[in-house]
């Protein structure tokens, strides 16, 4: 394990984080809006195809809720 850890430490590291992140290996695109929209980052309208096109990004890539979405899409923002 240390020597693999060793060799491909950082692979490891974001493939495990990767996994932990998206376990089902959902669209990305389509999990990050669906956070999006429940933090209420974007409308209601926005599509997964808007994001991978870029439009409108510019109004949101910079905030904290965009990180915390692009970091745990699949939990943030949900109500307890």
Do not use: W
Request: aromatic fraction near 6%; include cysteine; hydrophobic fraction near 35%.
């Amino acid at each position: 394990m240390n020597k693999c850890n060793k060799d491909n430490g950082l692979d490891l590291i974001v493939l495990r984080d990767a996994m932990n992140r998206n376990p089902q290996q959902l669209d990305e695109d389509t999990i990050l809006v669906d956070c999006l929209k429940r933090v209420k980052a974007v409308d209601p309208g926005y599509t997964p195809s808007m994001f991978a096109s870029g439009v409108d990004v510019n109004k949101f890539i910079n905030s904290s809720q965009f990180d915390k979405c692009n970091a745990d899409p699949l939990h943030y923002g949900l109500s307890k």
